[in-house]
């Protein structure tokens, strides 16, 4: 069993940053995915930023691309997503999820996670 505790959301402005904190306890491995999404309301869950096992390869997506970092620390079982250059359409409830057996493919598809946090939410508004 994996329990996530997300942190570090909050209300900011355009352009602020604000970096995000995710906290797992039990069952990892070198085997585990780590991965970002956000649902924004009346929106469907949307793939942000992952780390595929323990490869070191991050991968986000292009609305993302190059304002925001993924990064795990293994060794206190946490990962981080630093959000720089933040706009309006980035607000909403951003949610860590993991997974042990979660094939490459997959790594983009919200329902391929078995394990979810409770989210952080973060608003961007002038």
């Known amino acids: 069993q994996v329990q996530l505790i997300e942190s570090g959301g909050g209300v900011v402005q355009p352009g602020d940053s604000l970096r995000l904190s995710c906290a797992a306890s039990?069952?990892?491995?070198?085997?585990?995915?780590m991965a970002w999404f956000r649902q924004a309301p009346g929106k469907e869950r949307e793939f942000v930023a992952a780390m595929f096992r323990n490869t070191g390869r991050p991968s986000y997506a292009d609305a993302v691309k190059g304002r925001f970092t993924i990064s795990r620390d293994n060794a206190k079982k946490t990962m981080y997503l630093q959000m720089n250059s933040l706009r309006p359409e980035d607000t909403a409830l951003y949610l860590c999820?993991?997974?042990?057996?979660?094939?490459?493919?997959?790594?983009?598809?919200?329902?391929?996670?078995?394990?979810w946090g409770q989210g952080t939410q973060v608003t961007v508004s002038s």
């Open positions: 999820a993991v997974d042990n057996r979660l094939i490459l493919s997959s790594m983009r598809t919200h329902t391929a996670y078995d394990y």
């Open positions: 039990g069952g990892l491995s070198t085997q585990t995915t």
